[in-house]
């Protein structure tokens, strides 16, 4: 392989941030994954929205912000060429999924560009599982982890 990546961690409350990150990315010509946690989902969904080159964008147990509630009738942003959702759906709850459930009531539940995603995996984990839910095979086998890896060469092909 021998391709490099450049990984940035930015919290949730830095729209502004991600967007300028993803915007100087793009103009460097990077191939863009925008992966948001939680709220998370709900910022990356607003970096791509302004952006002018396509990428994949992955929601891991998305959660729709309280003050950004138009996510949740928004569409899918232009440049979304590929969409991801890993839902979480605990057989034992715990905090974490207390949490989760919060956001979802105040936040109007899962932003509409992951509920009508391109593909989706269910796990059976909790909220906090980060690790666990990128590592969580779909129906096709694959992991989100595998899709990134795959990402490049998958944006080409539905871009051409």
């Known amino acids: 392989m021998g391709r490099t990546r450049r990984v940035e961690y930015l919290p949730h409350w830095k729209i502004t941030a991600a967007k300028l990150l993803a915007a100087e990315l793009a103009a460097a010509g990077h191939a863009l994954a925008l992966i948001g946690h939680s709220w998370g989902a709900d910022t990356v969904l607003r970096a ?6 396509p990428a994949f964008v992955l929601g ?3 959660v729709a912000k309280p003050v950004t509630r138009l996510t949740g ?3 899918r942003p232009a440049s979304a060429a590929l969409v991801m959702h890993v839902d979480a759906a605990p057989d034992a709850y715990d905090r974490s999924d207390l949490v989760k459930a919060a956001g979802f009531i105040t936040g109007g539940g899962t932003p509409r560009a992951f509920r009508f ?3 989706r995996i269910e796990t059976a984990l909790n ?3 980060f690790t666990g839910m990128m590592r969580a095979r779909g129906t096709d086998g694959l992991t989100a982890e595998d899709w990134l890896a795959e990402f490049p060469e998958r944006i080409s092909q539905t871009a051409g």
């Not at 791509?48 to 080159?53: G, P, T």
């Open 48 to 53: 791509a929205s302004d952006l002018k080159v």
């Open 60 to 62: 891991v147990d998305p």
């Open 73 to 75: 009738r928004d569409g």
């Open 117 to 119: 995603a391109d593909s």
């Open 127 to 129: 909220h906090w599982n």
